[in-house]
């Protein structure tokens, strides 16, 4: 119990700290790619957080009252179509974060939905999953413009994979059709690296013998950014191990029937070792400790796809001090934040 005691003292730690802050002007990065973020996803990850908290008896209802306001807000005035997640002027990306932005979001709705007893919540949730178009011939979800612009597919397989994770959670039929049609055709040809890493660029376009212009522009996209990455590009993917795996977890634990679990690659994933040279690549990374918090991550993915590897990880964790050391980090808001990927595992035995 020790692990678990001290992560959510460290859950209501931030909460504390946060909770000060104005919902309606915070501004964060995300990490190394210093992309300005609007308050959404500080108020979406804190939301998680705050209904964790009061779920469990540890803060009063009305500490979440600013913060329900402001997502109350949010969702009467700007919930036509998608979320404005961030500023690009000073980039080419688009302001939603791909299909990213919008799981984050359909995430804490999802949760303090039932945490609160909010059926706005939920409803939102499924509302702005329902909004984006599934692909079918790709199986994978278009990106969405705030005003309802359709954009072309998120080429990102964690941006997806994460996407797809909150469509089961919802219990509709046709997002839960959807995801299970993306991870029954993407999971099986996933690209691993040594030691079962996922490709950070895995490619998730289809080939076809009578292939469109768009769909060559897919391809090119999809592909190109895989057959260009090197090394750099294979650190990156270590780092976003735990990313990805906590998502598959997830995706596992709500759709246990998929035919891809028995496939050759997901069984590979499940031979993945957290050791201590991938502790040290997490460290040395601008993407690892520093962005993504691996450890509250992995710790899911082994409880629930690789227990008999669970209590290694944990004892490492624990004899490490990661939680409480700079290789964890708690410097940064965001990286306060993202401590709440960890309630994942704190609630895998309910």
């Known amino acids: 119990m020790f692990l678990k005691d001290e992560l959510i003292n460290s859950i209501k730690e931030v909460f504390e700290e946060l909770v000060l802050l104005d919902n309606f002007t915070i501004s964060t990065d995300n990490g190394p790619y210093k992309d300005k973020e609007l308050p959404v996803r500080f108020n979406c990850h804190l939301l998680i957080i705050g209904s964790f908290l009061i779920r469990n008896g540890l803060i009063e209802r009305e500490r979440l009252s600013e913060l329900e306001k402001f997502v109350s807000n949010m969702i009467e005035n700007d919930s036509k179509f998608n979320y404005k997640f961030r500023e690009s002027n000073f980039t080419k990306r688009d302001t939603v974060n791909g299909t990213m932005g919008p799981a984050w979001v359909a995430e804490s709705l999802l949760y303090a939905g039932d945490a609160l007893g909010r059926q706005d919540f939920t409803d939102e949730a499924r509302r702005l999953l329902n909004c984006h178009v599934f692909d079918e011939t790709n199986r994978c979800w278009h990106r969405l413009t705030p005003c ?44 691993l690296l040594r030691n079962g890493i996922i490709h950070h660029y895995t490619p998730i376009i289809k080939f076809l013998k009578k292939p469109t212009i768009g769909h060559l522009t897919d391809l090119y996209y999809s592909y190109g950014q895989f057959l260009l990455s090197g090394a750099y590009q294979k650190d990156k993917s270590v780092a976003y191990q735990g990313f990805n795996l906590k998502a598959l977890a997830g995706c596992f634990k709500l759709a246990p029937q998929l035919k891809c679990w028995s496939s050759n690659k997901f069984k590979k994933l499940t031979k993945f070792e957290y050791t201590a040279e991938i502790n040290c690549k997490l460290s040395a990374n601008a993407y690892g400790y520093q962005y993504n918090p691996s450890v509250y991550e992995f710790l899911f993915w082994f409880k629930t796809c690789n227990p008999c590897r669970f209590d290694y990880v944990k004892s490492f964790i624990e004899k490490e001090r990661i939680i409480h050391n700079n290789l964890q980090p708690r410097e940064t808001t965001i990286q306060k934040l993202r401590i709440y990927e960890v309630i994942s595992y704190l609630e895998s035995d309910d």
């Open 148 to 191: 309802g612009m359709l954009l072309p597919i998120d080429y990102t397989f964690n941006h997806q994979l994460w996407f797809a994770e909150q469509c089961l959670k919802t219990y509709e039929p046709d997002l839960i059709d959807q995801a299970s049609s993306f991870l029954e055709y993407q999971i099986p040809k996933l690209i």
